[in-house]
T-cell receptor, first 112, second 117 residues
Framework: GDSVTQMEGPVTLSEEAFLTINCTYT??????LFWYVQYPGEGLQLLLK?????DKGSNKGFEATYRKETTSFHLEKGSVQVSDSAVYFCALTLMGDDKIIFGKGTRLHILP | GAGVSQTPSNKVTEKGKYVELRCDPI?????LYWYRQSLGQGPEFLIY????????DSGLPNDRFFAVRPEGSVSTLKIQRTERGDSAVYLC???????????????FGEGSRLTVL
């Protein structure tokens, strides 16, 4: 079935380090891809999205590129901040479907 | 309020009891979703409402789970004869346009944490 696999956490980095959180997907159709973020004490919120191959989603300094050939949507940020500490979820939805399928989440800790 | 509101934020109950969890979506949002998040897992889809009707309830795990949205706004997730395996965080999300889920623009509440002893 359709699914999302992302790297296990927790991931611990120092401030200003480069971040990559890997995400790969399996889909029967042609999905749209997302990264959601959950900050401590807050609800899940959409971070960025890409709806077709080679699209790059970006927001708050984070980027992810939809790679159809490798079925991947890795999240990157060039210089992380303490305020980026959160749980990050990779997700997909298929055209015509209303539900979003989430990965297990990756907890990120940024040390000052 | 400005966001999706869920009550209670925490609920502890005993095995076999009945539980109701409430979701108050963002005003004017016609689509409403329930998800369940178990420890160490991502959110798992339960049910989707478009207006008052359940457009997709394929994620409900069994007939002990039921959800309603009688006036197209507030929704209640009902769990009968709770089991320890029902312990999880139950998330509600809403969106402005039906089917907006296929573009990812869902707005989530903070969830209701259910613990079944």
């Amino acid at each position: 079935g359709d699914s999302v696999t992302q790297m296990e956490g927790p991931v611990t980095l120092s401030e200003e380090a480069f971040l990559t959180i890997n995400c790969t997907y399996t889909a029967t159709g042609y999905p749209s891809l997302f990264w959601y973020v959950q900050y401590p004490g807050e609800g899940l919120q959409l971070l960025l999205k890409a709806t077709k191959a080679d699209d790059k989603g970006s927001n708050k300094g984070f980027e992810a590129t939809y790679r159809k050939e490798t079925t991947s949507f890795h999240l990157e940020k060039g210089s992380v901040q303490v305020s980026d500490s959160a749980v990050y979820f990779c997700a997909l939805t298929l055209m015509g479907d209303d539900k979003i399928i989430f990965g297990k989440g990756t907890r990120l800790h940024i040390l000052p | 309020g400005a966001g999706v509101s869920q009550t209670p934020s925490n609920k502890v109950t005993e095995k076999g009891k009945y539980v109701e969890l409430r979701c108050d979506p963002i005003s004017g949002h016609t689509a409403l979703y329930w998800y369940r998040q178990s420890l160490g897992q991502g959110p798992e889809f339960l049910i989707y409402f478009q207006g008052t009707g359940a457009a997709d309830d394929s994620g409900l795990p069994n007939d002990r789970f039921f959800a309603v949205r009688p006036e197209g706004s507030v929704s209640t997730l009902k769990i009968q004869r709770t089991e320890r395996g029902d312990s999880a965080v139950y998330l509600c999300a809403s969106s402005l346009i039906p089917g907006q889920g296929n573009t990812g623009e869902l707005f989530f509440g903070e969830g209701s944490r259910l613990t079944v002893l």
